[in-house]
């Protein structure tokens, strides 16, 4: 079975300053990649997703991720974070070619520091 | 985009009562919904897969019995967690898979329950 490792709970950082959220999944098979984001109170939001192709990964706001087969990693960048960013952020797993389930990290909390 | 929605955002209830929480999917089809729920400041846990027409997939450790799953269209689930007690206090997310597309759900805003 798979599973997601976010090993960052919390994540303080300048504003302006950049940022990287790590983690590293283990799974038997190949699969999808995600980052999603969580506001305060609210449901999820999808960051970016690696489904195949270049491992580099754009996403919304700013964001991008590197897929490393080699170290089963999928760490999430961005080279100046803003207050707005301040939120909850959750790696995640699909197997591809299975039940479509995605598995979640616990999550990290970035916190801008003004 | 897809949206998808959930009722109520927040319900407090007491203890012993049943509450029903509704996920649609507002501007496409969903034959497949997830139910999720989040403990504060944890990661969310895969409650159960719910297909239209079918009974719902439960994980390994939820009660089938106590939370409820109906799946009747391809834009409504419904999770009714019965004769809730104050452990069952969390927030319940939602998901929906656009049909035929198996690399994406798309979260609803989620739904606070508190059980006094």
């Known amino acids: 079975a798979q599973s997601v490792t976010q090993l960052d709970s919390q994540v303080p950082v300048f504003e302006e300053a950049p940022v990287e959220l790590r983690c590293n999944y283990s799974s038997s098979v190949s699969v999808y990649l995600f980052w999603y984001v969580q506001y305060p109170n609210q449901g999820l939001q999808l960051l970016l997703k690696?489904?195949?192709?270049?491992?580099l990964v754009k996403g919304i706001n700013g964001f991008e991720a590197e897929f490393n087969k080699s170290q089963t990693s999928f760490h999430l960048r961005k080279p100046s974070v803003h207050i707005s960013d301040t939120a909850e952020y959750f790696c995640a797993v699909s197997e591809r070619n299975r039940d479509d389930k995605i598995i979640f990290g616990k999550g990290t909390r970035l916190h801008i520091l003004p | 985009g897809a949206v998808v929605s959930q009722h109520p955002s927040r319900v407090i209830c007491k203890s012993g009562t049943s509450v029903k929480i509704e996920c649609r999917s507002l501007d496409f089809q969903a034959t497949t919904m997830f139910w999720y729920r989040q403990f504060p400041k944890q990661s969310l846990m895969l409650m159960a897969t719910s297909n239209e027409g079918s009974k719902a997939t439960y994980e390994q450790g939820v009660e089938k019995d106590k939370f409820l799953i109906n799946h009747a269209s391809l834009t409504l689930s419904t999770l009714t967690v019965t004769s809730a007690h104050p452990e069952d206090s969390s927030f319940y997310i939602c998901?929906?898979?656009?049909?035929?597309?198996?690399?994406?759900?798309?979260f609803g805003p989620g739904t606070r329950l508190t059980v006094l």
């Open positions: 998901s929906a898979r656009v049909a035929g597309v198996y690399n994406e759900q798309f």
């Open positions: 690696y489904l195949s192709g270049s491992t």
